[in-house]
């Protein structure tokens, strides 16, 4: 077993050990997520973005339940309405999900969240605020790839595949800066020291 996969495995056990001692509902559905790996929070989110049809990024106490029971956490009604309302601060009957996924986080370092925008702008090579399969050109070489070499896969499909380590399996192949933080977010739950994160990050994104 890698390194990493050992970090996330601790993770998950530590967080199950965890939920079963707390009662506030924000840490509750943190914990949840982190009991799925490093792409829980990840998933999460994309539970949301899926649920706001019409884009302005609120949903409503009723779109957050359901969002809820999609991603399948276990919160009581009564958690429920009470993370709802700390998070609808002017009492509209909405809250923007990007807040609550910003809260849902793990805290970061000053330092962690700098490698990740570092390795992101790396990787957005147009600037554009979106990594594309087009982006990847010349960043991420497949040639040495199996499938490639094989045949089972063109570049393009590849590149697809890579991105969706950060979208996710039903995502639409492009990645967000917001997206791309959750995942990472999960990653970085899973190691405890800052020299150690630096020096993965740094290793494999060549910053």
Request: hydrophobic share 35%.
């Amino acid at each position: 077993m890698t390194s990493t996969a050992r970090n996330e495995r601790e993770m998950v056990l530590n967080a199950g050990k965890e939920l079963s001692l707390t009662t506030d509902p924000l840490e509750r559905l943190r914990l949840q997520c982190l009991q799925r790996g490093v792409a829980g929070i990840r998933d999460f989110g994309r539970t949301f973005r899926i649920w706001d049809d019409d884009g302005d990024r609120k949903i409503s106490y009723e779109e957050f339940v359901k969002g809820l029971s999609d991603f399948g956490a276990s919160l009581t009604a009564t958690e429920a309405q009470q993370l709802f309302h700390s998070m609808d601060k002017n009492s509209s009957g909405s809250i923007e999900y990007d807040e609550l996924l910003i809260a849902l986080r793990p805290p970061m370092s000053k330092s962690r969240i700098s490698l990740i925008l570092a390795a992101f702008q790396k990787m957005d090579k147009t600037g554009d605020g979106v990594i594309t399969p087009e982006d990847l050109k010349g960043v991420y070489n497949v040639r040495s790839h199996p499938k490639f070499i094989n045949g089972e896969k063109t570049e393009e499909q590849i590149f697809q595949e890579y991105l969706r380590t950060f979208d996710s399996p039903h995502g639409d192949g492009k990645v967000t800066l917001q997206e791309f933080e959750e995942y990472y977010a999960g990653v970085s739950a899973s190691i405890d020291s800052d020299v150690y994160f630096d020096l993965m990050m740094r290793q494999a994104w060549k910053l």
